[in-house]
């Protein structure tokens, strides 16, 4: 058993895919017009095989609170492993991007956690 697909709710499916691929460097795996939405995932340049990213629409009635109550508790939606968290930090910045959380080493991982722009946290992460 492997991951194939997990999602990150998102408030419009454009912007996430232009900051999912042009800032943070995914790259399109599917875009398959749904009518209302989008079937959009995005993968790791490095593994494009891998697990896939559903850039999945924030409409259902129980998504706002739940994203909300994360974003509130500072608590990331998703987890991406980097080589090294403050060069991506340093290149992130340099692109705009807003962190919540400079990196910090946590027992076996150094961390940094920025918002997507799209209603979500988002933590980096780099193993020791």
């Known amino acids: 058993m492997r991951i194939y697909i997990t999602s990150v709710f998102v408030d419009d499916q454009q912007k996430a895919l232009d900051f999912y691929t042009g800032v943070l460097g995914f790259t399109t795996k599917h875009d398959v017009d749904l009518g209302a939405a989008r079937w959009l995932t995005v993968v790791s340049p490095e593994d494009p095989a891998g697990a896939e990213l559903l850039l999945e629409p924030d409409g259902h009635p129980a998504v706002k609170p739940y994203k909300d109550a994360l974003v509130g508790d500072g608590i990331p939606a998703a987890s991406f492993q980097v080589a090294d968290v403050y060069g991506e930090y340093e290149r992130l ?6 962190f919540t959380q400079q990196p ?3 027992g076996p991982v150094t961390t940094a956690v920025f918002d997507d722009t799209c209603g979500n946290l988002i933590q980096l992460v780099t193993p020791a």
């Open 93 to 98: 910045r340099g692109l705009g991007v807003r």
């Open 104 to 106: 910090m080493e946590a």
